[in-house]
């Protein structure tokens, strides 16, 4: 995942840096003390998660976040907890409250990753064991299908 870090503190905006360059799966594509700097990295698609304080001057955090693509996750991380509400209204995947620990920011990592790697809706989904069965709620109870029998897949309520 690409991500970017905006924050007018240095010192913070090093710390989130650094946590992204020891977790594999992220790659920091730049480090901003301002959302007017980020901007055009945001809005040009080089971003897939963007990590963002919530006071800095000219546009804060949350009015920044109005204007990130909705295909961008952004966590905001603050000193602040009493934007929490506001910040998920807009569209936050996750809010972590500075100082931030390297297991704080690395659960965080994972649950975005998670959601990052989930299939699409118009992909398919692989859920047949090894010897090519389904388990299905039938009226009967669970039922085990062999998919190399199925025609057509229609869901019921539960």
């Known amino acids: ?66 204007l990130v693509p909705d295909s961008v996750q952004v966590v905001f991380i603050t000193a602040y907890s009493d934007y929490a509400v506001e910040a998920f209204r807009v569209g936050a995947s996750d809010y972590l409250l500075k100082p931030v620990s390297f297991d704080e920011f690395s659960a965080s ?18 859920t047949a064991n090894a010897d090519g069965r389904i388990l299905v709620k ?6 085990q299908i062999d998919t190399a029998n199925i025609l057509v897949v229609e869901g019921l309520k539960d």
């Not at 003390?33 to 990295?41: H, L, N, P």
């Not at 039938?138 to 039922?143: V, Y």
């Open 1 to 66: 995942m690409r991500c970017c870090v905006v924050d007018d503190e240095p010192l913070a905006a090093r710390l989130i840096a650094s946590y992204i360059d020891k977790t594999p799966f992220m790659e920091l594509t730049g480090v901003y003390s301002s959302a007017r700097e980020a901007v055009k990295c945001i809005v040009a698609g080089e971003v897939d998660v963007a990590y963002l304080d919530i006071r800095m001057p000219q546009l804060d955090g949350i009015e920044f976040a109005r």
């Open 109 to 126: 990592a994972r649950r975005l990753y998670s959601r990052y790697n989930r299939p699409r809706s118009d992909e398919p989904v692989e």
């Open 138 to 143: 039938s009226k009967q109870g669970m039922e």
